[in-house]
């Protein structure tokens, strides 16, 4: 496989070439070049509330823990012991006041310090053999975590994201549910899925009942002018970010329909405002960070999804949903109730990705013309093109 050959064959407005979505090399090529020298969302602050609690965010072959420290510190190291290697944490998630390697019993504090190391000569220096850390940052109680030896600037992340995030203080909210699901397709066929509303009025029923405009066949300028308006007048951010050469940030608000009060099969709302909202009127806000964020809100809850590739042919996405710090299952929200939603519209998206790429592996599969509606997806994919040939620069 030559690569530099099947980028020089790329054309901007036409999907790719069967081999960016089923060869192991140019996926390989991926890993390099795109989620080893970006800002990865992993989690929310909302899934550590305390010092010690922990999760694994997993990455191919990379294990990660985000760990709490103290106060608000959040703290990523690789799960890998500086003795001989093996995995520290072995769950998911879970508290430890201490990381405590269960093979030799090496004990490491929450900031990765090496605190004891039992046995060892005398000449041994414990500050040689702290954790290995990975970059992390925090926007609005949001966490992104980068792997590259130099972090990327993080600054237009946080500028383009903290307006849009403020009002539902994510940082004091409750996780109410997280689920992980594994779609057999290439990790740009979902991404690319969720870069487009092309699709939706023929797929989501669902999604098109609570957002106008959803099926591209309706005049929305009127109402969006004047929601937008008054989203102004109320301190609600409404400046449009698209991703530019340099950055990696996509984020809008846009009117639910008319009488809908959020995103719910029934359109009623499921939960209590979140945050500073006090009603149900702040519209949907939709954010997205390449390679791997995407969120959700409206006004009584945040709906995150995680992308990460597990192999050419296969994807794993996390949702999570984020409530008011205050709310009560069972008063205030039911997690049935919560979910559906994003549960129905999101199996209706696996099931739409999987369909694709099973037609792509087809040896009659040629690249296609996106239409002028899929500009989001020729800009995610110009995107991912551009770090693949910088990468193949640097090497």
């Not at 500050?127 to 109680?141: A, P, S």
């Amino acid at each position: 496989m030559n690569l530099e050959s099947y980028l020089s064959k790329y054309r901007s407005g036409f999907s790719l070439e069967q081999a960016f979505y089923t060869d192991f090399e140019i996926f390989n090529a991926e890993w390099n070049s795109i989620f080893k020298t970006s800002w990865l969302y992993a989690g929310n602050v909302a899934q550590i509330p305390k010092a010690g609690d922990y999760f694994l965010y997993h990455l191919r072959h990379e294990s990660i823990i985000v760990i709490r420290g103290n106060g608000d510190v959040v703290h990523a190291h690789y799960n890998t012991c500086r003795h001989r290697g093996s995995a520290i944490c072995l769950t998911d998630t879970g508290h430890a006041s201490r990381l405590v390697c269960p093979y030799h019993l090496w004990v490491y504090d929450k900031d990765g310090e090496l605190l004891n190391a039992r046995m060892m000569s005398s000449d041994f220096d414990k500050t040689n053999y702290h954790l290995h850390h990975v970059h992390v940052k925090q926007v609005e109680g949001l966490i992104f975590i980068s792997l590259a030896k130099d972090a990327p600037d993080f600054s237009s992340i946080e500028k383009s994201l903290a307006p849009y995030l403020k009002p539902y203080h994510i940082s004091k909210a409750k996780v109410a549910c997280i689920k992980k699901h594994t779609i057999a397709a290439n990790w740009k066929l979902v991404a690319e899925n969720f870069r487009e509303c092309y699709h939706c009025g023929g797929a989501h029923p669902e999604y098109c009942s609570a957002v106008i405009g959803a099926n591209l066949n309706e005049d929305v300028v009127g109402l969006t002018h004047t929601k937008q308006n008054d989203w102004k007048e109320r301190g609600l951010e409404t400046r449009l970010v698209e991703v530019t050469d340099g950055t990696t940030t996509y984020a809008i608000r846009y009117p639910l329909r008319p009488g809908i009060e959020s995103y719910s099969v029934d359109g009623k709302k499921v939960s209590v405002p979140m945050g500073s909202h006090r009603d149900y009127d702040a519209g949907v806000v939709g954010l997205v960070n390449y390679p791997n964020f995407w969120l959700d809100a409206v006004s009584d809850y945040v709906w995150t999804m995680r992308v990460t590739p597990i192999d050419a042919s296969s994807t794993e996405v996390e949702f999570c949903w984020l409530v008011d710090e205050n709310t009560v299952e069972g008063k205030d929200y039911e997690v049935k109730n919560l979910t559906k939603f994003w549960d129905v519209t999101g199996q209706q998206d696996a099931t739409l990705c999987e369909n694709n790429f099973r037609g792509i592996l087809s040896q009659a599969y040629q690249p296609g013309p996106y239409a002028p509606v899929e500009d989001q997806v020729v800009n995610f994919i110009d995107w991912c093109i551009n770090k693949l040939k910088s990468g193949l620069s640097r090497s």
